[in-house]
């Protein structure tokens, strides 16, 4: 494959963010300059931008099968994640203080977690099986009369693995217990409708689907039943009082569009994944052995390949190869590279994590660039196997 072909580096890494859309940019360059009052003034330019936030809101709703009201803006997942988890742990803490998630979450749900048992909550870490499922006859058995809180993630955002919301919604609702999901990932993926699926609080974020870094949402249900939740802001009482701070106009505008256009597209992009995710592996496999999908291999986001690669460090994959991004099982905090958590909770050892590595397909990915990374990885792998036997 002649590089020239394709433009270098080539950029498999859509999971951890996409590039804004054209149609979203174009729909909230006014919101900079034109239409720039505050949405919380009282005169023209403050309604204007109020009745902006709020078309948003009411598009945002559509989506998820919800009220407007019932969507409050954040700055991202990560922030909606917090304000789920110690709004509803502190607000209900003279109902329980038992919380339950998963081991396969982001650091955004296993952080606070880990804070909140620092300050006495008691967590349940559910397990998952080889292929990163929580099962549900677990959940129901670890539900106490003092559990408040379940939060399981809709998608993995290294393996790509999609939870069984549905039984998981139907478990939390016959026991009274609110159920939050980290649905980053899978939003604008997957139909998501938080009425069916029995969903009391859900967190998206701009920049996975195609729009604004620094803008996200959390859907708190406000009835049958009602989430009443503690601020984690303050200071100025905006969004219900939820989350206080002057709203981010162009991003709200940008999220709505990026949303509506992942909703009204996504068979297409659907398909398209699918296609190159299997010309991927293809080419892949028949030039290198010993690769194995991490990951359930039906039940899972559509651009999202994660595999391990027999007697290679993924680290020195990415070091070798600056002309294709990508993401490797392991984090480097500290100087220190830590194995994924995700991997090791599906039963496997430090060396999968160390040897797997993410690829993640975007709209703007062509066969060429397919073809080109395949290749790539495939010479690099080769390489690294020769100089280790």
Known sequence: MNALSVKTPV????????????????????????????????HEHGHEAHQTV?????????????????????????????LAIFGVAQRYQTKGQHIITSMIEHPAVLDVYKRLEALGWEATYLPVDSYGLVDPDDLRKSIRPDTILVSIMTANNEIGTIQNIREIGKITREHGVFFHTDAAQAFGSIDLHVEELNIDLLSISGHKIYGPKGIGALYVRRSRPAVLLQPVIYGGGHERGLRSGTINVPAVVGLAEAGKLAKDEREQWLEHFVTLRQKFLELLMASVDG???????????????????????????????????????????????????????????????????????????????IKYAATRLANEINYLRRLVY
């Open 11 to 42: 950029y498999l890494d859509y999971n951890a963010t996409t590039p804004v859309d054209p149609r979203v940019l174009e729909r909230m360059l006014p919101y900079f300059s034109d239409i720039f009052g505050n949405a919380a003034s009282d």
């Open 54 to 82: 709020e078309e948003a809101r009411s598009q945002i709703a559509s989506i998820l099968g919800a009220r407007p009201d019932e969507i409050i803006f954040t700055s991202g997942a990560t922030e909606s994640n917090n």
């Open 291 to 369: 690769i194995e999908i991490n990951g359930h291999p039906e039940q899972r986001l559509a651009h999202n390949i994660n595999f391990y690669i027999e007697g290679v460090e993924a680290r020195s994959l990415l070091v070798r190869l600056k002309d294709v991004s990508f993401s490797t099982g392991s984090a480097c905090t500290s100087a220190k590279v830590e194995p994924s958590h995700v991997i090791k909770a599906l039963g496997f050892q430090e060396e999968r994590a160390h040897g797997s590595i993410r690829i993640s397909f975007g709209r703007q990915t062509t066969e060429a660039d």
